[in-house]
């Protein structure tokens, strides 16, 4: 417990450090929604098609800004690899580092979201369930963007490579996403999307730490 604080203490002190780094998901989130209605019309029930996609693909394009410099600070400077030789695991160090990235990124966009659901035409009577399907795609995206992230971390142009690799395995999390949101804005509970989702993300939170691990290893070897 005393590493996981201190852990999580760090990531979160250079993330406000670098709280610039931070608003730019936040930025392109609002952008998306405040631009597409204006690029197609603003008309309500045309938008209220497109949003379960608008809202959810913005969500994952949000997430992954940023992700490409989760890992790479670290191992320019030799701390990764300090962290590898240390006792605490380094996949439960890699998972501390995706939930803090999560903290800062993908819980604002979730709190953000009833903000854009204005222009995007979504009843505010379905927000509850979005924002709820929201907590675990969020967190999926996060997890999948960090194993990307720790495959291409020694990589020159991973910038360019890393929503090669994770926009294919994010496809789960979007139609799930998207079908929930469009069962919540129809006026039913969406609970096998939200079942769906909430699984997706377990997953990821038990698999991703070894894939992360193994990719760091390699790369530090």
Not at 86 to 106: E, N, Q
Not at 162 to 185: D, E, K, N, S, Y
């Given at each position: 417990?005393?590493?996981?604080?201190?852990?999580?203490?760090?990531?979160?002190?250079?993330?406000?450090?670098?709280?610039?780094?931070?608003?730019?998901?936040?930025?392109?989130?609002?952008m998306v929604?405040?631009?597409?209605?204006?690029?197609?019309?603003?008309?309500?029930?045309?938008?209220?098609?497109?949003?379960?996609?608008?809202?959810?693909?913005?969500?994952l394009l949000?997430?992954?800004?940023?992700?490409?410099?989760?890992?790479?600070?670290?191992?320019?400077?030799?701390?990764?690899?300090?962290?590898?030789?240390?006792?605490?695991?380094?996949?439960?160090?890699?998972?501390?580092?995706?939930?803090?990235?999560?903290?800062?990124?993908?819980?604002?966009?979730?709190?953000?979201?009833?903000?854009?659901?204005?222009?995007?035409?979504?009843?505010?009577?379905?927000?509850?369930?979005?924002?709820?399907?929201?907590?675990?795609?969020?967190?999926?995206?996060?997890?999948?963007?960090?194993?990307?992230?720790?495959?291409t971390v020694?990589?020159?142009?991973?910038?360019?490579?890393?929503?090669?690799?994770?926009?294919?395995?994010?496809?789960?999390?979007?139609?799930?996403?998207?079908?929930?949101?469009?069962?919540?804005?129809?006026?039913?509970?969406?609970?096998?999307?939200?079942?769906?989702?909430?699984?997706?993300?377990?997953?990821?939170?038990?698999?991703?730490?070894?894939?992360?691990?193994?990719?760091?290893?390699?790369?530090?070897?």
């Open positions: 417990m005393k590493a996981t604080r201190a852990l999580l203490r760090r990531d979160l002190l250079l993330a406000w450090r670098r709280v610039g780094d931070a608003l730019n998901p936040l930025m392109f989130f609002t929604a405040l631009v597409f209605p204006l690029a197609v019309t603003p008309e309500a029930a045309f938008m209220q098609k497109l949003a379960p996609g608008i809202l959810w693909v913005a969500a949000a997430s992954l800004i940023g992700l490409g410099g989760l890992f790479t600070p670290d191992y320019l400077d030799g701390t990764l690899e300090q962290q590898a030789l240390s006792p605490v695991p380094l996949g439960y160090i890699a998972l501390l580092r995706v939930l803090s990235h999560w903290m800062v990124t993908g819980l604002p966009l979730v709190i953000l979201t009833p903000v854009i659901a204005v222009p995007l035409g979504i009843p505010g009577q379905s927000l509850p369930a979005i924002l709820l399907l929201l907590l675990p795609g969020t967190l999926a995206f996060s997890l999948l963007g960090a194993i990307g992230a720790a495959l020694s990589l020159r142009s991973h910038g360019l490579l890393l929503p090669v690799l994770v926009l294919p395995l994010a496809v789960p999390v979007l139609i799930f996403g998207a079908r929930g949101t469009l069962l919540a804005m129809g006026g039913d509970w969406p609970t096998g999307p939200l079942y769906m989702l909430a699984f997706l993300a377990a997953l990821g939170a038990s698999l991703g730490p070894l894939a992360m691990a193994g990719a760091l290893r390699i790369s530090l070897d």
